[in-house]
């Protein structure tokens, strides 16, 4: 899934350059895939979410920039917010360890739904970030959207 040209990351390069040394290789070798970690796949499922909504409600998400980040800052207490929405510069910021460190885990999870509860656990989050800067319940936003599930 391509990533919507409006959700940003939070600047972390794919590869790191240590001590000058130059650009480190993949894990995997020049001739296998990349390997998915578990940001990229965080990015991913805010971008899917974000181009959602944006399809559900275009005149209200137009302007609307996502962005995700690792942690907010200044967080030196312990209570980390998950989201933060400027609604005057019309932006998110995603919190990815607070949202996926933090939240509750299912003991019963199989490995089958883990992936699909992750996915669901974090576009809930998108979905209430998007409901506090349009002041809107967050099950209003697509009231369809886990009707099969």
């Known amino acids: 899934m391509a990533r919507s040209p409006r959700v940003r990351t939070s600047g972390r390069a794919g590869f790191r350059d240590r001590h000058g040394r130059g650009l480190r290789s993949s894990a995997t070798g020049p001739h296998l895939p990349f390997l998915r970690t578990r ?10 979410a974000a181009q959602y ?16 980040a690792g942690l907010p800052h200044g967080a030196a207490d312990r209570t980390f917010e998950r989201w933060h929405v400027d609604p005057v510069r019309r932006r ?10 933090l939240a509750r885990q299912h003991e019963s999870r199989q490995a089958g739904d883990a992936e699909w509860l992750h996915r669901a656990a974090v576009e809930g989050y998108v979905f209430r970030a998007v409901g506090d800067l ?3 319940d967050p099950w209003d936003l697509a009231p369809d959207r886990y009707r099969d599930h």
């Open 39 to 48: 940001s990229d796949l965080f990015d991913d499922i805010v971008a899917g």
């Open 53 to 68: 909504l944006r399809e559900l409600w275009p005149d209200e998400l137009d302007d609307v920039v996502f962005e995700v």
């Open 92 to 101: 998110i910021v995603l919190y990815r360890l607070p949202i996926e460190r």
């Open 134 to 136: 349009l002041g809107k």
